[in-house]
């Protein structure tokens, strides 16, 4: 697939060495006090161990192996480990005939230097390269610049933690996820080489994966180039290699769009709009094919509604694994009504309504606190609505609260593709693009992050808390970590980079 070979380049442009750099002698550490001595000779008299290399990482653990120092008299080998700014210390030695270690002792989200010296006596030798393993760094991260048309792109974080991306480039649907061997992304891969052309920021293809499940998987879904299908793809293997099938063919005359999707003790839930005016839903285990899936289930209008509407649905699983299913419904009024509904159920419930306005750029997402559903939705009430972006909660979904307006960051008049996550304690974010014509930097620039952290009272600014950057977001997407820090990823649509973001 000669076509992507601009995949290759793409370690020019990231931020951070990898495992397996460049070999750096260094004298810092146990020994300062060696002689230096003349050229060809080593400066402790102790030659350092070579290829030091780290052959596994994960959340709790990394592994390494080195080629042995070539000088007589060796009794063992001490690895040292830093944080990315801090002083080197020793781990447990091994012997002289133990060419390998294993670090049981990492923080999952932390990031680490290691190198190995040779031990004569109770001396210590040369280092060896030092290699970095571990989290992405907190901060900001481009993944690759001036490359990346501002199309699908989706975020998901695996089972340490870690951050993997799907994004378009050239029709194509590539994978990509955060390497902690290397301390590096991984050079993405091809999930389908024909993907929709879809419009800057539309949201047609989303990546999910299980964490309630054993499975370790990652899933993608996404509407087929012609809209005649819901394709469906699986990785078991970090993302490496990628099973590809159909979900759902359209009818005869009918197109299929905005697939979304939700993952969940190994199983999969998946909803679609067909031709904008109609919702559907499907749901199977992950070990099994979609043909053997539960039939499709259709979502019905909310009260006081006669069809849907043609905006991105949402899809969230409760504390229990249980999927619930936002999207727009059309008022007979002719306004837009946010809708929430919970499959298998016979009537759908309104979040919240336009009052006769047709907004026609409505987005919303949904997340849960236990079985407790919130919602942060955009939704115009008139044409002169100035904070069209709304956060409403639910005790059970059946009845929503008083729609809560966010402040505003600069002069926003649209704020699309919103993205909500929320805490078991309440703690919620909402991230959106800014859509207005000064780029919606305001005093804080893009992306829009809203955050509270008791669901009432909210701040708005952006990841940048020193205001240097000039980043003009779309289609920003946010995660969860374990640890209740977010990620954000964007489209940098003033040099056309990608961003990922970790909130230190």
């Excluded at 009918?254 to 919702?279: C, E, I, M, Y």
């Excluded at 990841?463 to 980043?471: C, E, L, T």
Aim: with cysteine; net charge negative; hydrophobic share 40%.
């Amino acid at each position: 697939m000669h076509q992507f070979a601009w995949i290759l380049s793409i370690s020019s442009a990231i931020l951070i060495a990898g495992c397996g750099s460049a070999p750096s002698p260094s004298t810092s550490g146990a020994d300062a006090s060696a002689d230096t001595g003349p050229v060809g000779i080593t400066a402790t008299g102790i030659a350092a161990p070579s290829q030091f290399t780290c052959t596994s990482a994960s959340k709790n653990a990394a592994g390494f192996t080195w080629a042995a120092s070539p000088t007589a008299g060796v009794v063992g080998y001490v690895v040292e480990r830093a944080a990315m700014t801090g002083d080197f210390s020793a781990q447990p030695a091994v012997d002289a005939k133990t060419l390998t270690f294993a670090d049981l002792t990492v923080a999952q989200f932390e990031t680490y230097r290691y190198r190995v010296r040779a031990k004569v006596g109770d001396k210590l030798g040369d280092s060896s390269n030092e290699v970095t393993v571990g989290a992405m760094p907190a901060g900001f991260r481009t993944f690759v610049g001036s490359s990346i048309p501002e199309r699908s792109l989706d975020l998901a974080l695996d089972g340490n933690g870690d951050p993997a991306l799907l994004f378009d480039k050239d029709k194509a649907l590539l994978f990509s996820a955060w390497d902690r061997k290397q301390a590096n992304w991984k050079v993405p891969t091809v999930v389908t080489p024909s993907f929709l052309d879809g419009d800057p920021g539309s949201n047609v293809a989303t990546l999910a994966f299980d964490h309630a499940g054993s499975s370790g998987t990652f899933a993608i879904v996404w509407a087929s180039a012609d809209g005649q299908e819901i394709d469906w793809a699986l990785s078991s293997d970090a993302g490496k290699t990628w099973q590809q099938d159909t979900l759902a063919v359209a009818p005869v005359n009918s197109h299929f769009s905005q697939p979304t999707l939700a993952l969940g003790n190994g199983k999969a839930h998946v909803a679609w709009l067909q031709d904008g005016a109609r919702l559907f839903y499907a749901t199977g285990t992950l070990s099994t094919p979609p043909k053997n899936w539960t039939a499709d289930k259709e979502a019905p209008p909310a009260v006081k509604a006669d069809k849907l509407l043609p905006f991105a649905p949402a899809i969230a699983l409760d504390a229990a694994q249980l999927p619930a299913i936002a999207y727009f419904s059309h008022g007979t009024d002719d306004g837009v009504i946010a809708t929430f509904w919970r499959p298998g159920d016979a009537s759908a419930r309104s979040i919240m309504n336009s009052e006769g306005f047709p907004d026609p750029q409505a987005s919303l997402s949904i997340a849960f606190k236990g079985s407790a559903p919130r919602a942060a939705i955009t939704l115009h009430k008139s044409a002169a609505t100035v904070a069209p972006v709304w956060f409403v909660t639910s005790s059970d979904g059946n009845s929503w609260g008083v729609p809560l307006a966010l402040p505003v960051d600069g002069a926003a008049a649209n704020h699309r593709f919103t993205r909500l996550v929320t805490t078991s304690k309440d703690a919620s974010a909402i991230t959106y693009e800014s859509g207005a014509s000064d780029g919606g930097k305001g005093k804080c620039g893009d992306p829009k992050l809203a955050l509270s952290t008791d669901g009432v009272t909210w701040t708005t600014c952006s990841p940048d808390a020193d205001h240097g950057r000039s980043d003009v977001a779309l289609a920003s997407r946010i995660a969860l970590g374990a640890d209740g820090k977010r990620w954000l990823a964007w489209h940098n649509v003033t040099d056309g980079s990608l961003m990922v973001w970790r909130e230190p």
